[in-house]
C-alpha cells in the first residue's frame, strides 16, 4: 500500500510502496500530465513549467521503482502463527520502495495536480472514479494527511484550504515553477526547527502570487527578453541543496 510520511527532520515527504504500487502512482501521474498536453495543444492555458514539475515527481517515482533511491522492509502480517495455521513458510517483511521530494516541492505538487485533474476530468468517462484520477487523489490524500498531521487542528484546516482550491477555478495557468525552486532553497536552508511554521505559510504563497512572486516573474521575463530564449531555459541562480541521509 503507497505510504507518505514526513522525513525525520521535516526536510521533505517519503514516498513508499511496494513495486506495483509506484508503477501504478507512475503510471497516473503520466497519463494526467500526458493527457493535458494532448488535449490542450490548441488551449490558451500555459501549463509547460507546472508539467515539467509533475514529470520530475515522476522521475524520482520511476527510479525509486527502478530500486535507485531508498529500501524499508515493512511486516507484512504473515505472523509465525499464521504459517503455522496455513502450513506454509515465507518471509514476514515486503520490500518497500521509497523516494523523498523536498516539502516545498510535493506541496506545489499536491496543488497544481488538481489543475491537471480538473482538466483530464473533462474527457474521462467515469469522472472521479477514473482509476488514474483515483490513484492520484489516493496520492493527494496520503500525502495531505502527512503534512496535516504535522500542524494543529485549526492550522491543518487552512492548509487544506489552500491547497484545494474551488471545483471550477484554474490556479496555475502559466505559473513560474522557478518560484517553488526559490522557497524550496530557502527551506531547506532554514534549520530543521524551525521548519515546521514554514509549511502553512508556503501554501499561501503558492496560492497568493504574492509580492516576491511578481518580481521574479518581472526578472524572468526580462531575462528570457535578453537571451531570447524560453522563461523555462532559465535555471535559478542558487539551486536547492541535495541532502545527505541525515538531513533528511
Not at 533511491?69 to 511486516?75: N, P
Not at 506541496?107 to 483530464?120: A, G
Not at 489516493?138 to 485549526?154: G, H, I, N, Y
Not at 512572486?213 to 541543496?241: F, G, H, M, N, W
Request: net charge negative.
Amino acid at each position: 500500500m503507497l505510504t507518505v510520511k514526513a522525513t525525520p527532520h521535516l526536510a521533505g515527504l517519503a514516498i513508499s510502496g511496494d513495486y506495483d504500487d509506484l508503477q501504478r502512482l507512475y503510471d497516473a501521474l503520466m497519463a494526467v500530465v500526458d493527457d493535458h498536453d494532448e488535449e490542450n495543444e490548441d488551449d490558451e492555458t500555459d501549463y509547460e513549467l507546472p508539467a515539467l514539475y509533475i514529470l520530475a515527481l515522476c522521475y524520482e517515482v520511476r527510479h525509486a521503482h527502478q530500486g535507485e533511491r531508498w529500501l524499508e522492509f515493512v511486516d507484512n502480517g504473515f505472523s509465525e502463527e499464521i504459517q503455522q495455521y496455513q502450513k506454509s513458510l515465507g518471509p514476514q517483511h515486503n520490500v518497500y520502495f521509497q523516494t523523498r521530494i523536498a516539502i516545498p516541492e510535493i506541496l506545489f505538487d499536491l496543488m497544481v495536480l488538481d489543475d491537471f485533474i480538473k482538466q483530464y476530468k473533462r474527457k474521462a468517462p467515469w469522472g472521479e472514479l477514473d482509476r488514474d484520477i483515483t490513484c492520484v487523489r489516493w496520492f493527494q490524500a496520503e500525502a495531505t494527511q502527512a503534512l496535516c498531521s504535522l500542524l494543529d487542528e485549526k492550522a491543518a484546516a487552512r492548509l487544506v484550504q489552500l491547497m484545494h482550491g474551488p471545483e471550477s477555478e484554474l490556479r496555475f495557468d502559466g505559473y513560474y515553477t522557478q518560484y517553488v525552486d526559490f522557497q524550496t532553497n530557502r527551506y531547506l536552508k532554514a534549520a530543521p526547527e524551525k521548519r515546521l511554521t514554514q509549511i502553512l505559510p508556503l501554501a499561501r504563497r503558492f496560492h497568493e502570487r504574492g509580492a516576491t512572486y511578481l518580481r521574479l516573474a518581472e526578472e524572468l521575463e526580462e531575462t528570457a527578453e535578453e537571451l531570447s530564449c524560453s522563461i523555462s531555459d532559465l535555471q535559478p541562480v542558487d539551486e536547492p541543496k541535495e541532502l545527505t541521509d541525515e538531513e533528511w
